[in-house]
């Protein structure tokens, strides 16, 4: 079974600022997705970015990009610019390349400070 | 494309009454997926359906949960005998899923139950 670890209950960051934010995960598949979502205080789980593991580039979209390695298991979230509207939990998620249901971590709760 | 939609949004039901979450998924999805979610904590896988067929149930679906999703188009989330220990927001998602291309699964924005 797949685990997703997020170490980092709470982060803050002040604003224009970059933050990173940490992920781990456990899985014996060799080909699978990750993902970040981001839920905001009104609760719509929202995609901010995918990786797809047999992809060595990094996905990046917009003020959002990952540093994603697979030997180490590690996928970590990059938000350059913090905007207030970053504020919220992300949960870092995973799937395997065969379609079965995201698996998520606990989560983290982001505040972008004014 | 309306997004992801539920129904209702927010129920309070007493202890021991069964209650019924609707989920409209995005046009023409093929998977459809229900997470649990309580504070604090990401969601929890509990079942999935692919067009009609009900491909997986979390063990964490006890008996008192069914779901359906009859003609692979809307899906019914159904808690009988509701305990307190039920409240928690239920999320549904979807996606369309090909072999070649995986998917990305979009979420609503989830219905919140509360047992008193």
């Known amino acids: 079974a797949q685990t997703v670890t997020q170490s980092q209950p709470e982060m803050s960051v002040q604003e224009a600022e970059t933050v990173t934010l940490s992920c781990t995960y456990d899985t014996s598949e060799s080909n699978y997705y990750l993902f970040w979502y981001k839920q905001p205080p009104s609760r719509q789980m929202i995609l901010v970015i995918r990786q797809e593991a047999y992809k060595q580039q990094n996905a990046t979209e917009n003020r959002f990009s990952v540093n994603f390695q697979k030997a180490a298991k590690s996928f970590s979230l990059k938000i350059s610019d913090s905007q207030l509207g970053d504020t919220a939990m992300y949960f870092c998620?995973?799937?395997?390349?065969?379609?079965?249901?995201?698996?998520f971590g606990k989560g983290t709760r982001l505040s972008v400070i004014a | 494309d309306t997004g992801v939609s539920q129904n209702p949004r927010h129920k309070i039901t007493k202890r021991g009454q069964n209650v019924t979450f609707r989920c409209d998924p995005i046009?023409?999805?093929?998977?459809l997926y229900w997470y649990r979610q309580t504070l604090g904590q990401g969601p929890e896988f509990l079942t999935y359906?692919?067009?009609?067929?009900?491909?997986?149930k979390s063990r964490l679906l006890s008996d008192r949960f069914s779901a359906e999703r009859p003609k692979g188009s809307f899906s019914t989330l159904e808690i009988q005998r509701t305990e307190q220990g039920d409240s928690a927001m239920y999320l549904c998602?979807?996606?369309?899923?090909?072999?070649?291309?995986?998917?990305?699964?979009?979420f609503g924005e989830g219905s919140w139950l509360t047992v008193v």
């Open positions: 998602a979807s996606s369309s899923w090909t072999a070649t291309s995986g998917n990305t699964i979009y």
């Open positions: 046009s023409e999805h093929n998977r």
């Open positions: 998620a995973f799937m395997a390349r065969g379609g079965t249901p995201l698996v």
């Open positions: 359906f692919q067009n009609e067929a009900q491909l997986e």
